[in-house]
Nanobody
Framework: QVQLVESGGGLVQPGGSLRLSCAAS????????MCWYRQAPGKQRDLVAT???????NYADSVKGRFTISRDNAKNTVSLQMNSLKPEETAVYYC????????WGPGTQVTVSS
């Protein structure tokens, strides 16, 4: 059984920073892709950033230059450093990984507001 636990969400002022983390646990994990998605109220869930096992990254155009995704393969963790946050980025942020199947985390709330 694979479990994902996210942390680091919260309330931040516009222009501020947050760092999200996601830890995966389970026996025999061999994680391929690790991603962050986000879903704002009333909107679809959108891909924010992706990182492969080898460290190749991709970002949504809206976050390029402000967000950085990273992972620790030994610890089965993925992080998302978010800088210069905007109010419209208020959303629930979800961790997503692929092994032989895909897994979602429960989500962590990020609120950008003054």
């Amino acid at each position: 059984q694979v479990q994902l636990v996210e942390s680091g969400g919260g309330l931040v002022q516009p222009g501020g920073s947050l760092r999200l983390s996601c830890a995966a646990s389970g026996s025999g994990l061999n994680i391929n892709i690790m991603c962050w998605y986000r879903q704002a109220p009333g909107k679809q869930r959108d891909l924010v950033a992706t990182i492969t096992r080898g460290g190749s990254t991709n970002y949504a155009d809206s976050v390029k230059g402000r967000f950085t995704i990273s992972r620790d393969n030994a610890k089965n963790t993925v992080s998302l450093q978010m800088n210069s946050l905007k109010p419209e980025e208020t959303a629930v942020y979800y961790c997503y990984i692929t092994t032989w199947r895909a897994y979602w985390g429960p989500g962590t709330q990020v609120t950008v507001s003054s």
